[in-house]
């Protein structure tokens, strides 16, 4: 395993620190990443919130976080006694002036650290705590601003917040955070097909047949029904964390991993998606929505009963078929689908192997598959690789379908620093490689606004599916229609 390389003596200010993202996700994952020994002595941890809390009374509250969100063997009391040093907390509401003086107070005099504005808020705020920490005179030459999604729920407003951020910060100060980009088996994927000569080759068309990309999940929507009612599935998972994939599998090679070598790479997949017309927008799309159904023998409500007022034409599920106008990826289709309410969390990239020309084997018990590159983000990261094998034994020539399964943790048997932790570091060591730059935020959004407009223009109705099931109907049909079918099947 790699070592853990601490980073420099930083100043990391998390608005929104009361909040959900502060408790599950950023505080725990810090939590880890200072046990591994990657925090210097002097690095702090600044709460920033509107509450008006002790700083006692903030760090039990963090403390009850972390007991909730970590195993039971990770969380020990000396390990805590360390970390919670780190932390303070400033009561500040960001949209009044005055309010800010105790933050400002606070960083006085820490001018050369490292300092991360980290915004877990909502983001009618991007622009607001921006223009309150340039007016405070809190930007410094090694100041970074992190901007989580969603960045906007249109081009338009994408710009609008882009714009106001790009006020106070330079572009390299500011970092778009998609936690999927920190996933172990998203970067394995640079390294699957750059660092070895067995795909490279194959990676195109001529012996892709199709991609497949399913981010599964099998929640419901829960306590974020109200937010999610006005944005839907494809705004919430397909502009960002899907996207992002399919740039990752269809990108050409860049030229180095600097930073803007692969997002000029990554640039130039989102430019070549093909647009798609009225009457291929109804074709090539699907959206559906959960009704009541069984989830491992447990029973669950539909989407519209979580609603106050039981109406609601919003997606919880989408289906789409893409492609991609380029010279690699030609008439090769990629099918990606996200939902909620699934039969289980599971999220993998497959990529499916054009049959071979002519079959030398007499009929089998077994018909002969193509091979498929599996390549599974979560829950159980690795790369599975399917090819077809003779069975053991005399007096036949049976084949039948097996895998060549790497999981990483098995292989190399740690726990693997989540997304957060990794993107975290990359933050405070200054490297946005796994970050979205402005213009791929902004041509994310032109093509997934001509999806929107395209639904809007059409009506497109929303199919019911009941919960457990993969997704409605016309989700498997798409791909029948092209006789293929999901992966695992549906």
Request: hydrophobic content about 40%; glycine content about 8%; charged content about 25%.
């Amino acid at each position: 395993m790699a070592n853990f390389v601490p980073v420099d003596v930083f100043d990391l200010v998390i608005f929104g620190g009361t909040g959900d993202l502060a408790m599950r996700k950023l505080l725990p994952a810090l939590y880890h990443r200072d046990g591994d020994g990657q925090f210097l002595a002097d690095s702090r941890i600044i709460a920033a919130s509107r509450s008006e809390l002790s700083r006692d009374d903030y760090l039990a509250r963090v403390e009850t976080a972390l007991r909730q969100n970590l195993h039971d063997d990770e969380f020990n009391d000396a390990q805590w006694q360390t970390f919670r040093e780190r932390i303070h907390y400033v009561p500040c509401d960001v949209q009044v002036h005055d309010s800010w003086h105790s933050l400002t107070e606070l960083l006085a005099g820490a001018e050369g650290r490292v300092r991360v504005a980290y915004l877990a808020t909502a983001p009618s705020l991007f622009g607001v705590i921006s223009a309150g920490l340039k007016h405070n005179g809190l930007i410094t030459p090694t100041s970074r601003i992190v901007l989580e999604k969603p960045l906007g729920h249109d081009y338009d407003s994408a710009c609008e917040i882009n714009n106001a951020v790009g006020e106070c910060f330079a572009e390299n100060q500011i970092y778009r955070i998609d936690h999927y980009l920190g996933k172990e088996t998203v970067q394995n994927l640079l390294a699957l097909r750059f660092a070895n000569s067995l795909f490279e080759p194959l990676w195109r068309r001529g012996a892709v047949d199709h991609v497949q990309i399913t981010v599964a999940e099998d929640l419901g929507v829960g306590g974020r029904v109200e937010y999610f009612d006005k944005i839907g599935a494809l705004r919430d998972m397909v502009q960002n964390h899907i996207l992002q994939l399919v740039c990752l599998v269809a990108m050409e090679a860049p030229s180095s991993l600097h930073h803007d070598s692969v997002r000029d790479e990554k640039i130039k997949v989102l430019r070549a998606l093909r647009p798609m017309s009225p009457e291929q927008i109804r074709s090539n799309t699907v959206r559906g929505q959960y009704a009541a159904g069984a989830i491992d023998g447990n029973a669950v409500t539909g989407y519209l009963e979580e609603l106050d007022d039981g109406n609601s034409t919003t997606e919880t599920f989408v289906a789409i078929k893409l492609e991609i106008d380029n010279w690699r990826w030609s008439n090769v289709p990629f099918y990606v689908r996200t939902g909620k309410r699934l039969p289980e969390k599971h999220s993998e990239i497959v990529v499916e192997f054009q049959d071979v020309p002519h079959s030398i084997f007499p009929e089998q018990r077994f018909a002969l598959q193509p091979n498929r590159l599996t390549i599974r983000l979560q829950p159980d990261e690795g790369v599975k690789l399917s090819v077809m094998a003779k069975e053991p034994g005399p007096g036949g020539f049976d084949l039948r379908p097996v895998s060549l399964d790497l999981s990483f943790e098995e292989t190399f048997g740690i726990r693997y620093p989540d997304a957060y932790e990794r993107l975290l570091m990359e933050v405070l060591r200054g490297n946005p490689a796994l970050f979205m730059r402005r213009d791929e935020v902004e041509a994310a959004w032109h093509w997934i606004d001509s999806i929107i407009a395209g639904w809007q223009s059409a009506k497109q109705k929303v199919e019911s599916y009941v919960a457990g099931s993969w997704g409605p109907p016309g989700s498997s049909s798409m791909l029948d229609r092209d006789g293929r079918a999901w992966q695992p099947e549906a």
